[in-house]
């Protein structure tokens, strides 16, 4: 477990602006802060925490990665939404586990029958603020994805959403890469 450990990451706040950014082909405006992220297991990152102005969401985005990890590539398609949790100042995103298949990246989503399957590094950091997604969303909302589970983060904590996508996309990857070719 030492290995992938969620707290050796380093993140500074590097610029906060405002901007705008386009989420399923629709102009989103809002607060943009861009971290850089040292990793010692991965090497250096840095990502685009996106608060939009009209709805109470951050997205996360990777605008750069480590090129000699060419597997880091897909993931810099990938922008997790963090919606607001039904726990005051919470925001909630469920959690999934990046794999390769073939020689695209995917994910798989956990449920509460998956809690065993969570990674050391996920249960360990995010102790305490796993839950079921029934449990985090707003009162009313409903979706066929009731029993998965989520993760809860405090909305003023900015380096934990870049600490979860470390958590299940990352590590996941580095880990399959070094069991592979170790």
């Known amino acids: 477990m030492a290995k992938y450990d969620l707290t050796k990451i380093s993140i500074s706040l590097t610029d906060e602006h405002s901007g705008s950014w386009k989420v399923f082909g629709k102009i989103k405006t809002g607060k943009i802060k861009i971290y850089l992220v040292d990793d010692p297991l991965t090497g250096s990152w840095r990502f685009e925490l996106r608060e939009n102005d009209k709805a109470p969401q951050i997205e996360l985005a990777v605008i750069e990665y480590p090129k000699e990890r060419r597997y880091f590539a897909k993931l810099a398609s990938q922008r997790p939404l963090f919606n607001i949790s039904r726990l005051k100042s919470y925001m909630y995103n469920k959690i999934s586990e990046s794999?390769?298949?073939?020689?695209?990246?995917?994910?798989?989503?956990?449920?509460?029958?998956?809690?065993?399957?969570?990674?050391?590094?996920?249960?360990?950091?995010?102790?305490?603020?796993?839950?079921?997604?029934r449990n985090a969303v707003l009162k009313g909302e409903s979706s066929p994805s009731k029993n998965h589970l989520v993760v809860l983060i405090k909305r003023s904590n900015y380096e934990d959403f870049v600490r979860f996508f470390f958590a299940t996309r990352i590590y996941p990857l580095t880990k399959y890469y070094h069991d592979k070719f170790k």
Do not use: C
């Open 99 to 133: 794999y390769l298949d073939g020689t695209a990246t995917s994910r798989t989503y956990l449920s509460k029958d998956d809690r065993k399957l969570l990674p050391s590094w996920v249960k360990s950091y995010f102790k305490g603020k796993i839950r079921l997604y």
